[in-house]
């Protein structure tokens, strides 16, 4: 996995024929190398739909979710297990390359206390068995870090290596997102260094979810430590611009975070690209 990437849901929160039709045409219009589509409905999505839109378009594709709470996997390893089989196997089947994102529990899992030693065995357990069913399918598996408000388990670069590196797989890599490292790292290029060795994906989102360039991440900063580590990952923008009001309370968006889709997409991208380019980012 290398390149630019965007995600669908600057598009559509919906992964029907109508939504993949406006992602998949959209990133490809804009030039991306990937797009990340999101499980969030694994039965709904029609992966044969999907695969053929991404062959018209020539575009790569990974998959991303979030565990429901059903399969929340510090709580129930084996509903967990049984969800990432499910969403492995339809990544399998649209042609991706990977699955990542919360793999391992969900944006409103807090406890109220600090993580326990049996929490991060159910985590190991489960995400081990995903990760090895991930290997049959030649898939990567990914484990994305979220801020404390969304959960308590895995909130900085070094606990996903932690994790990463209990499973000891080397399909499992660790995915970073600048929105959650503003909150969680002691500097962003710290968290960028301390996952060098297992960093294959980025999301790069502002500060307040909107168009990268206009809020207060330390963009400098991080595309510095992402050359300095000769990142080869993925970069993938992310951003909550079209996101529907039933979701909101899922990652706390209230409010617009943008002016408009053009303003992302024009700006935003150009504004990632630009930096790229500067620091010689592939």
């Not at 044969?48 to 575009?59: C, G």
């Not at 489960?126 to 870090?145: D, R, V």
């Not at 294959?200 to 050359?227: Q, V």
Request: proline letters at 3%; a negative charge.
């Amino acid at each position: 996995m290398q390149g630019f990437g965007i995600h669908a849901m600057v598009w559509s929160t919906v992964w029907d024929h109508a939504g993949a039709e406006r992602a998949i045409a959209g990133a490809a219009q804009y030039g991306q190398d990937y797009i990340e589509i999101p499980l969030i409905d694994i039965p709904a999505v029609d992966a044969a739909h999907t695969k053929a839109l991404l062959e018209k378009h020539n575009l790569r594709s990974v998959c991303s979710l979030v565990l429901p709470e059903r399969a929340w996997a510090s709580v129930r390893p084996d509903a967990a297990i049984e969800h990432l089989t499910a969403a492995l196997d339809k990544a399998k089947e649209i042609g991706a390359e990977a699955l990542t994102g919360v793999t391992f529990g969900g944006t409103n899992e807090r406890t109220g206390f600090p993580p326990t030693q049996g929490e991060y065995d159910n985590l190991t357990r489960a995400l081990s068995a995903a990760a090895k069913h991930a290997k049959t399918l030649g898939l990567e598996f990914g484990i994305e870090a979220v801020n404390r408000y969304e959960n308590h388990l895995i909130n900085s670069a070094e606990q996903a290596v932690a994790l990463v590196e209990r499973i000891g797989l080397d399909n499992v890599f660790v995915h970073l997102d600048t929105f959650h490292m503003n909150m969680e790292e002691k500097g962003i290029a710290n968290g960028i260094i301390a996952a060098r060795d297992h960093l294959k994906c980025m999301h790069m989102s502002e500060s307040d979810r909107g168009t990268p360039g206009y809020g207060n991440i330390a963009w400098d900063e991080l595309f510095g430590a992402l050359a300095a580590i000769d990142f080869k990952g993925l970069l993938t923008l992310e951003s909550f611009v079209t996101m529907q009001p039933v979701m909101a309370g899922d990652i706390s968006t209230w409010r617009p975070v943008a002016r408009d889709l053009d303003e992302v997409l024009d700006n935003g991208l150009a504004f990632l690209r630009n930096k790229a380019e500067q620091y010689r980012i592939f």
